[in-house]
C-alpha cells in the first residue's frame, strides 16, 4: 500500500488497561467486517459521568463527521472526530482514513490543545506509531502485523461492520494506542436488538454489541451507526454517551 504522508481521554487508556485484550473463543472477523452501509453522516454526543445514585454530570460533547472520499481509484471514509468541554473549548481532535468496504485501516491521528499528538500509518506488514508530547520529543514505534489488523480508534463504526447476529461472539485483531504491546484482540459479543432514547428522549432501535475492554456499544446499520456506549466505573457508577441530535 501507498504511504500518504502527512490522546486519547485517560479514561479509555484505563479501559484498555484494566482489561486488556481477551483471547476468548469466538469467530475470527478479519475477513468478514464489511463497511458497504457506511454512507456520510453527522453524529454529536453528550459524554456523562453517572455515579451511584443515577446524578449526571455532563463531562465533555463529541462531534463526529464522515465524508467519502476517492483516492487512486479506491473509495475511503474520511472521518473526524472532535471533543469539547462543556464550555465548548476544544480538547482533542482525532482523525480516521479507513477503506470503505473493508474497514481496513490506512491513517489515524490524534491531536490535543495541550499539544500532544499521536500518528498511525497501516501498512501491509507493519503498523508505524508515532507520538508526542508537549514536554517530550517525537517518538516513534513499528509494530509488525500479519494478517488485516483493525484501527481500535473507529471503535463503534468498526463494530457496526460486524454480522449482527445475536449470541454470536467476534475476534477481532485490531492496533491500539493505549496497548503497550500495540496489538491485541477485541472480543465482541452481539447481545441482542434493544430499543435506547437518546439524549433528548428519541427511541432507537439498535443492536447491543459488549466487548472484552469494558465498552458497551448500541449501534446500527444505518446514519449515524453509533448511538450510545457506555463504561461501567466505581461505586455503581459508569460513563455514558448518548447521540443527542
Known amino acids: ?14 479501559i484498555i488497561y484494566q482489561h486488556g485484550y481477551g483471547q ?9 467486517i464489511s463497511g458497504k452501509h457506511l454512507e456520510p453522516y453527522s453524529n454529536k454526543w453528550k459524554m456523562y459521568s453517572v455515579d451511584g445514585t443515577g446524578k449526571e454530570t455532563l463531562v465533555t460533547i463529541w462531534t463526529d463527521y464522515a465524508q467519502l472520499i476517492e483516492l ?18 476544544l480538547r482533542e481532535l482525532w482523525t480516521n482514513l479507513f477503506e470503505h468496504e473493508s474497514l481496513l485501516p490506512y491513517r489515524a491521528s490524534q491531536f490535543k490543545t495541550s499539544g ?20 517530550e520529543e517525537s517518538v516513534k514505534v513499528d509494530f509488525s502485523a500479519t494478517g488485516s489488523v483493525y484501527d481500535w480508534s473507529m471503535y463503534g463504526v468498526l463494530l457496526s461492520g460486524l454480522p449482527f447476529k ?7 485483531p485490531v492496533f491500539s494506542q493505549q496497548s503497550k504491546e500495540g496489538k491485541g484482540t477485541i472480543v465482541a459479543t452481539v447481545t441482542g436488538q434493544e430499543t435506547v432514547k437518546d439524549d433528548i428522549s428519541r427511541n432507537h432501535n439498535t443492536w447491543k454489541i459488549s466487548t472484552n475492554v469494558g465498552l458497551t456499544f ?28
Open 72 to 89: 487512486e481509484g479506491k473509495t475511503y471514509v474520511s472521518r473526524i472526530q472532535e471533543l469539547y468541554n462543556p464550555d465548548m473549548s
Open 1 to 14: 500500500m501507498k504511504k500518504i504522508k502527512p490522546i486519547i481521554y485517560l479514561m479509555i487508556t484505563v
Open 116 to 135: 500532544d499528538y499521536s500518528y498511525t500509518e497501516f501498512g501491509a506488514d507493519k503498523v508505524v506509531h508515532q507520538t508526542k508530547t508537549a514536554t
Open 24 to 32: 476468548s473463543s469466538g469467530a475470527d472477523m478479519s475477513q468478514n
Open 218 to 245: 448500541w449501534v446500527t446499520k444505518k446514519a449515524p451507526y453509533v448511538i450510545q456506549l457506555s463504561y461501567p466505573t466505581q461505586n455503581g457508577g459508569k460513563m455514558i454517551w448518548r447521540m443527542y441530535e
Open 166 to 172: 445475536k449470541g454470536e461472539i467476534y475476534r477481532i
